[in-house]
């Protein structure tokens, strides 16, 4: 039995051994659009308690993000009404700051120019099973917050970035952050039945990995293509000449994607899962998954033409990274500083996947027991190797 | 109680939510659409043709009928542009309600939206939490505004009655919750005075979000009579307050909680509002008319059989009706003025028999007002 580490106390896990095989004997079929969402409230094992690392993904982009909103605010023209978007903004603490960091910086900017701020409309999306209520009342308290400063309009769009969601030529700016690497689906390639003749199956796996057959790789580098065309060419559409865009999402630096830096996320989870799923429903479970290198990006990119490429960056993020769980006496201990980063990851990992893995595996699915072992082998892997992840800000004009 | 932020209808969709007992609303919807589809029409032509056309409804609410409004404005639209032979807008429809709504509900019930569209052109929706009360949009944003069952809910309880007893500007409402003809008079002078700064601000936010040539549509209730202490709607509010009254004198309730409750609500007369309007000034009227709505109207709740028509048993069912109807909106206000030892099933229990009292010998049918405004 794996020693518990998630609730910090030791326990045992393993208690609902192949319980998957019983949930989920019909084979659910997730659709995203409708279904996935991070873990919604403010309990242990919500997005809004384990979303920190998203929160110092958006810290560590803020330079880039400030100077592309000041250039979107020149480049338009000075709009009185500056609209801007953040795709993918969850609710919880972090779905209001970058927006907020973008107001910030076109308000100062026009203190320097001496000219009056403009008015913003800010158009928060996400998802249909995003927690909106929740994003919406913590409103009242951003809109105090600006007290004396100009007026800003905080709305909700929900809807997939996978296809249109605002009028045409209506936006100035759009920043988007920990979102652009999940995918409109499961990729398209590995959805045929075994035995037919395309079949393509990721036996065993849950995402690209060493052992995949190549045609695993190939199919989410097909499936990457197909969702990113797709965001580049509803975004020219309705963001007008001059405006700019601000992504940061995981990303890679090696060429082979089997042999990505961070694939252990997925790879860890596909061991705890392989100790208690069926192999049938392990078999049709693809990450809807995607961290793609900055050739990849590029290419794709170019190859839309409607953007160009203003400036392009990877970094690291590190758990460290954040004081709370940085050295304080005790937690220098490298026994327990793997630990930390375990319950941490796994945490997040839970609050951003178990929508999905409850739609695929089923709802009776054991998750205190998934990531009961999933943070025992994070703990193993963290004794080795950094708890960091790769990620790229980008920042795009639109022609 | 912060009624300009969290103040909603009851959530979910269970015996006591606004989805299950919003008939009268949707009611309300679909005897004002032949204005609104006018409206509509005028605002497209005379704005411009825009080809993304901007429509906002203040007060979407959530349950059946949210949706009912922009889907209808939008028909409109693309039936006029297939007779001009033009190429439809894109909509950007604007749903606002206040923080405490449930905007969740509304959101899962797009895909289903969108789907009854293919072939259409392209709709964006939009959740917008805030009180209309205040600015909500962009400046000269707005092609066209749409509201229904909202404004006739006042920003707060009205502030001349908010004076504590003893202090000399008091005015108190004691035993009451409303205007009644028992008030003394400062009380509708309370609620006038309430409603003339609300709809005052209301004009001037959308004043400045509404392009030249947009419109208005806005169905909310209202009354006949010139008296606000003779308004036709009165019962709902008399009645509640018998319903309280007898429970505070079977020590259920404080007095002193009934007398510090006034609903934050207000019917206009014609009068007054053709007054609101011209004084603030940036709107024409392009059309007013009063009409009811009532129980018999929706065929749920007509004859069907011999027992309907009874006149013994339709009081009964209206009554029912009512006070689900009641509770639905005001159980949130109720809750956050006089706390959670309030039964409130005791309450619309006891309000329930007395709207059947009320019903046995009155018209069950409320009076509304739809008027289109234009922005000069």
């Not at chain 1, 991070?38 to 560590?60: H, P, T, V």
């Not at chain 1, 927690?131 to 007290?147: I, V």
């Not at chain 1, 192999?279 to 050739?295: K, T, V």
């Not at chain 2, 509770?327 to 003025?337: F, G, K, Y």
Request: proline content about 3%.
């Amino acid at each position: 039995m794996n020693k518990c580490y998630i609730d910090g106390s030791i326990g045992q896990c393993g208690h609902s051994s192949r319980s998957a095989d019983k949930a989920a004997a019909s084979g659910t079929v997730m659709d995203l659009k409708k279904d996935f969402h991070m873990n919604s409230g403010a309990g242990d094992n919500s997005y809004a308690r384990n979303s920190k690392i998203q929160g110092l993904i958006i810290s560590k982009s803020q330079s880039e993000r400030r100077k592309a909103a000041v250039a979107a605010y020149l480049g338009t023209g000075r709009p009185a009404t500056m609209s801007v978007a953040d795709l993918g903004c969850s609710s919880g603490p972090t779905a209001l700051l970058a927006v907020e960091d973008i107001m910030v910086a076109v308000e100062r900017a026009c203190v320097e120019l001496h000219g009056q701020p403009p008015e913003f409309n800010l158009l928060l999306n996400d998802l249909y099973g995003n927690d909106f209520n929740a994003l919406f009342r913590s409103f009242p308290e951003f809109n105090s917050r600006r007290q004396g400063k100009g007026l800003c309009f905080v709305t909700g769009v929900p809807g997939t970035f996978y296809g249109r969601l605002f009028a045409a030529k209506s936006l100035h700016l759009v920043c988007s952050s920990s979102s652009l690497h999940w995918l409109s689906q499961m990729p398209e390639e590995l959805q045929q039945k075994e035995g037919s003749p395309a079949a393509c199956v990721n036996k065993g796996k849950v995402f690209i990995s060493a052992g995949s057959p190549p045609c695993v790789a190939e199919a989410y580098r097909k499936q990457f293509h197909r969702d990113f065309t797709t965001f580049l060419r509803c975004r020219a559409e309705e963001i007008v000449r001059g405006g700019l865009m601000v992504l940061a999402f995981m990303s890679r630096k090696n060429r082979e994607a089997a042999l990505m830096e961070d694939r252990y996320i997925w790879g860890l989870l596909e061991d705890a899962l392989n100790a208690m799923a069926s192999e049938e429903r392990i078999d049709s479970f693809d990450a809807p998954f995607y961290a793609p290198s900055m050739e990849e990006l590029e290419e794709e990119i170019g190859g839309e033409g409607s953007f160009c490429i203003r400036s392009s960056d990877q970094f690291l993020v590190r758990w460290d990274d954040d004081n709370q769980y940085s050295g304080t006496g005790g937690e220098a201990n490298v026994t327990a500083r793997p630990v930390k980063h375990a319950v941490r990851m796994a945490k997040g990992v839970r609050a951003v996947a178990e929508s999905m893995l409850r739609s695929h595996f089923g709802e009776g699915f054991g998750m205190d027991d998934l990531f009961c072992r999933y943070g025992g082998l994070l703990a193993q892997y963290y004794a080795d190797s950094e708890a960091a992840v790769t990620n790229v800000v980008i920042s795009l004009v639109r022609k | 109680m912060d009624l300009k932020k969290y103040f909603h209808m009851n959530s979910g969709a269970g015996k006591n939510s606004y989805a299950s007992n919003s008939k009268i609303q949707g009611l309300i919807i679909c005897k004002s659409q032949s204005v609104r589809r006018e409206a509509a029409v005028e605002a497209y032509l005379g704005t411009g043709w825009p080809a993304t056309m901007s429509v906002a409804d203040l007060g979407c609410s959530s349950g059946p009928t949210a949706l009912l409004e922009v889907e209808d404005i939008m028909e409109a639209i693309e039936r006029e542009c297939v007779e001009l032979r033009r190429q439809p807008p894109e909509f950007n429809l604007l749903l606002n309600d206040l923080y405490g709504n449930d905007f969740n509900a509304v959101f899962r019930s797009l895909p289903e939206f969108y789907s009854r569209r293919p072939g259409k052109g392209l709709c964006f929706v939009t959740g917008v939490p805030g009180t209309f009360y205040g600015r909500l949009f962009a400046a000269k944003s707005l092609h066209l505004v749409c509201s229904s069952s909202s404004l006739h809910w006042l920003s707060q309880m009205p502030e001349e009655l908010q004076q504590k007893e003893g202090s000399p500007a008091a005015c108190v409402n004691k035993g009451k919750v409303f205007i009644s003809a028992g008030s003394p008079p400062c009380v509708a002078e309370a609620y006038r005075k309430q409603f003339h700064r609300d709809f005052t601000t209301f004009l001037r936010c959308r004043a400045e979000e509404i392009v030249r040539g947009g419109l208005m549509v806005l169905a909310f209730m209202s009354r006949k009579n010139r008296e606000a202490a003779m308004m036709e709607d009165l019962y709902i509010w008399e009645l509640l307050a018998d319903a309280l009254n007898a429970m505070a004198s079977e020590n259920l309730v404080a007095q002193e909680r009934i007398d510090s409750f006034n609903a934050p609500f207000y019917a206009p007369s014609l009068e007054e509002l053709e007054e609101e309007i011209e004084g603030e000034g940036s709107f024409c009227i392009r059309s007013s008319d009063h009409f009811g709505a009532g129980w018999d109207d929706d065929d749920l709740y007509s004859a069907t059989g011999g027992a309907a028509a009874d006149g013994v048993i339709r009081p009964v069912r209206y009554a029912v009706r009512m006070e689900k109807g009641v509770r639905a909106v005001a159980e949130w206000m109720l809750r956050s003025h006089f706390g959670e030892g309030l039964a409130m099933d005791d309450l619309f229990c006891r309000y329930g028999e007395l709207l059947a009292k009320h019903y046995a010998d009155h018209e069950a049918a409320m009076t509304n007002v739809v008027i289109a405004l234009v922005r000069n």
